[in-house]
């Protein structure tokens, strides 16, 4: 990684985003011998988690380990990687990219790899014990925490499909609807939940309980506490396409944020410039993460390819 150091002031691809898709992508770009650089905030989505889970053949690793051997992989092939913030990036004959810590790099493709922020909802000890015993996604962690008591925090009807879900991993779930109605729940949502044994618990949730460091249960706002040793929550997803917006990129709205369109390559709807990873929706593991900086650098060296043997052509 070098610090501002830059060798060039034009490459053939920025990577804005240096999670597992833009690593990915940049891994693929230099070893087809392209000039990458890789634009690095160092705020990846998945920092709170201790392991990731799901990746073969690096199940369980931590993150920030992942990264590290992803960053030295990408240097063995002449990729540069800084740490710092794209601004704002700019349509021209190239691209013109602006670092936070000032001057900028010009490109001729762009990869957006610049993920999402979860939101946690806002209930005392949520937010400090997320990563920890305050979980997402049973896929992510449900083995490493298999039949322990599972409680399930709603943040709006479409929390009985988490508590639901997380069932399959436990048989003591409770589901604490928090401020969402009993009468908000369909029929058919109490039935299922009645089936897979998951006790309802109607009332706003005023807290986590946490003793010696280690989550024990859940206090109600008339006091009652739940014994409970993890709870499932739903962030609200923030995804930061800030950049795309403002290069004109075409979005779509959905109910987990506002995503670009993009192709199966992860093409947007603006020429030169792709995306991959959580930067196009919310449910991109790493996995898919890496799978889809993969197709978008495969996309780019073919359209480079076609780019310059058109120009020689025309030449």
């Known amino acids: 990684m070098t610090e501002q150091n830059l060798t060039d002031s034009r490459y053939d691809v920025v990577v ?18 392209h000039r990458t650089l890789v634009v690095d905030a ?10 990731m889970q799901g990746y073969l053949s690096r199940d369980g690793m931590p993150p920030a380990e992942f990264l590290a051997l992803g960053r030295e992989e990408i240097a063995r092939y ?46 005392p000890g949520v937010a400090e014990r997320f990563g920890r015993d305050v979980l997402h996604c049973p896929f992510c962690h449900g083995w490493e925490v298999r039949d322990e008591p599972f ?14 879900m997380v069932s399959r991993w436990s048989k003591d779930v409770t589901f604490f609807l928090h401020r969402v109605a009993e009468e908000e729940l369909s029929d058919l949502d109490l039935r299922r939940l009645a089936a897979a044994g998951v006790d309802v618990v109607p009332g706003e949730v005023a807290g986590l309980v946490v003793e010696d460091d280690r989550l024990t249960g859940v206090r109600m706002a008339d006091g009652a506490v739940h014994s409970r ?31 670009p369109v993009v192709d199966p390559n992860g093409l947007t709807s603006v020429p030169g410039v792709w995306a991959a990873g959580n930067a196009i929706g919310f449910t991109e593991q790493v996995v898919h ?11 780019i060296v073919g359209d480079l390819r076609m780019a310059d043997l058109d120009a020689a052509l025309g030449a």
């Open 78 to 123: 002449g990729v540069e990687l800084v740490r710092d913030r794209v601004t704002d990036v700019a349509r021209g004959e190239d691209f013109t990219v602006a670092l936070e810590r000032g001057g900028g790099v010009r490109a001729r493709r762009i990869v957006v790899a610049t993920g999402l922020k979860d939101e946690m909802p806002d209930v």
């Open 289 to 299: 993460a890496a799978s889809g900086g993969y197709r978008a650098a495969t996309a």
């Open 151 to 164: 409680g399930v925090l709603a943040s709006s009807p479409a929390g009985v499909h988490q508590a639901l």
């Open 42 to 51: 160092g705020e990846p989505r998945n920092a709170p988690s201790a392991h």
């Open 229 to 259: 040793s993890v709870v499932f929550v739903a962030p609200r997803p923030v995804p930061q396409t800030g950049l795309l917006e403002r290069l004109g990129a075409e979005m779509d709205e959905t109910p987990f944020g506002t995503y």
């Open 16 to 33: 804005v985003g240096g999670g597992a898709a833009g690593l990915s992508a940049a891994l693929v770009l230099g070893r087809a011998r």
